[in-house]
T-cell receptor
Framework: SQTIHQWPATLVQPVGSPLSLECTVEGTSNPNLYWYRQAAGRGLQLLFY??????ISSEVPQNLSASRPQDRQFILSSKKLLLSDSGFYLCAWSDDRGYNEQFFGPGTRLTVL | AQKVTQAQTEISVVEKEDVTLDCVYETRDTTYYLFWYKQPPSGELVFLIRRNSFDEQNEISGRYSWNFQKSTSSFNFTITASQVVDSAVYFC???????????FGSGTQLTVLP
């Protein structure tokens, strides 16, 4: 069966510090991968998605970047965090057909102080 | 453009009551997919159901049922005999070929009181 891992679970970082969140998927190959942010108030915002190694699409301009160095690894990064980067970050995967259901990881709660 | 509206921000019911969560969507595509997810307090989104636009049959899974009506662009979710463990935020979502991404509604916070 497929599983998706995210780490760390919780992170508190000062403004201006770098960020690296990691997501890995097991039990599937060539998945589509997604990063979402959920700010207070519940709405989910798609940040990035990837259909293959090295292929990243960005949905909104922002202080963050994403990379996919391996088929089942997706990394969310920032060089300098802003207060507005605080939120709950969720990684998800779907099969390569895109319209099928996405399965979400446990999330990382990021607080920028 | 596609859009999903969950007009109910918060709903509170007493255990064993039935509750319906509303979802209205907008898309110009004729082929699209609708989803419901549950987000318990732990935060992880749990997939509940996927429906394609050509299948309007209602679905029942235990205490959960879904009513898909293309005529009103709605995909409502009913929990029968609610339980405290049903307390969560529920999201409706839409995928269409033109948008090529999942668009989520703003979610409905359901609280089931003992």
């Amino acid at each position: 069966s497929q599983t998706i891992h995210q780490w760390p679970a919780t992170l508190v970082q000062p403004v201006g510090s770098p960020l690296s969140l990691e997501c890995t998927v097991e039990g599937t190959s060539n998945p589509n991968l997604y990063w979402y942010r959920q700010a207070a108030g519940r709405g989910l915002q798609l940040l990035f998605y990837s259909v293959g190694i090295g292929q990243i699409s960005s949905e909104v301009p922002q202080n963050l970047s994403a990379s996919r160095p391996q088929d089942r690894q997706f990394i969310l990064s920032s060089k300098k965090l802003l207060l507005s980067d605080s939120g709950f970050y969720l990684c998800a995967w779907s099969d390569d057909r895109g319209y099928n259901e996405q399965f979400f990881g446990p999330g990382t709660r990021l607080t920028v102080l | 453009a596609q859009k999903v509206t969950q007009a109910q921000t918060e709903i509170s019911v007493v255990e064993k009551e039935d509750v319906t969560l509303d979802c209205v969507y907008e898309t110009r595509d004729t082929t699209y997919y609708l989803f419901w997810y549950k987000q318990p307090p732990s935060g992880e989104l749990v997939f509940l159901i996927r429906r394609n636009s050509f299948d309007e049959q209602n679905e029942i899974s235990g205490r959960y049922s879904w009513n898909f009506q293309k005529s009103t662009s709605s995909f409502n979710f009913t929990i029968t005999a609610s339980q405290v463990v049903d307390s969560a935020v529920y999201f409706c979502a839409l995928y269409s070929g033109s948008a090529r991404q999942l668009t989520f509604g703003s979610g409905t916070q359901l609280t089931v009181l003992p």
